[in-house]
């Protein structure tokens, strides 16, 4: 029953920033994946927004992905500042790294779940396929009790 719960919440979470995005024009997206941790393998689905840009080139984007698999239930939340380097971008291409701090709730199946704080490296490389919607692909490295690997596919909309 918590893991509906969560799903819930996750849905909410996204339909809210989907409608701050009609208010605000804040760029949000999807993002799904695969995890790989010495204790389990997963594949995650989330969410994502650039919630604000502090400085030129960077960003503020924070995420939300649940992770099924490996009799392991993962719900993560990372709080992420990217720089976007525009000296290297190309055309349509774009490049960019970064990282933060992260909140990772495990519940393996029959065992008590445990929340810990984490730290994480990231980087990937973006396409705009419309002048809209950005597809990126993204790795992420967990330097601090997270996820050791995890490679994402998104989408994002402006």
């Given at each position: 029953?918590?893991?509906?719960?969560?799903?819930?919440?996750?849905?909410?979470?996204?339909?809210?920033?989907?409608?701050?995005?009609?208010?605000?024009?804040?760029?949000?997206?999807?993002?799904?994946?695969?995890?790989?941790?010495s204790?389990?393998?997963?594949?995650?689905?989330?969410?994502?927004?650039?919630?604000?840009?502090?400085?030129?080139?960077?960003?503020?984007?924070?995420?939300?992905?649940?992770?099924?698999?490996?009799?392991?239930?993962?719900?993560?939340?990372?709080?992420?500042?990217?720089?976007?380097?525009?000296?290297?971008a190309?055309?349509?291409?774009?490049?960019?790294?970064?990282?933060?701090?992260?909140?990772?709730?495990?519940?393996?199946?029959?065992?008590?779940?445990?929340?810990?704080?984490?730290?994480?490296?990231?980087?990937?490389v973006?396409?705009?396929?419309?002048?809209?919607?950005?597809?990126?692909t993204?790795?992420?490295?967990?330097?601090?009790?997270?996820?050791?690997?995890?490679?994402?596919?998104?989408?994002?909309?402006?």
């Amino acid at each position: 029953m918590n893991k509906i719960r969560v799903v819930v919440t996750a849905a909410l979470l996204l339909a809210t920033v989907g409608t701050a995005h009609a208010e605000m024009a804040i760029p949000w997206g999807f993002r799904a994946g695969y995890t790989g941790d010495s204790n389990f393998q997963q594949l995650f689905v989330g969410c994502h927004a650039e919630v604000a840009r502090p400085f030129g080139n960077t960003g503020l984007q924070p995420s939300l992905e649940v992770g099924f698999g490996d009799d392991i239930f993962v719900i993560a939340l990372n709080l992420d500042l990217f720089y976007q380097f525009t000296e290297l971008a190309q055309k349509d291409w774009s490049f960019y790294a970064g990282g933060g701090v992260a909140i990772n709730h495990f519940n393996p199946d029959g065992l008590s779940s445990h929340t810990e704080f984490g730290l994480n490296v990231a980087g990937g490389v973006g396409l705009m396929i419309s002048r809209s919607n950005r597809l990126f692909t993204e790795i992420r490295i967990g330097l601090e009790d997270s996820p050791d690997f995890k490679i994402s596919l998104g989408l994002t909309f402006f």
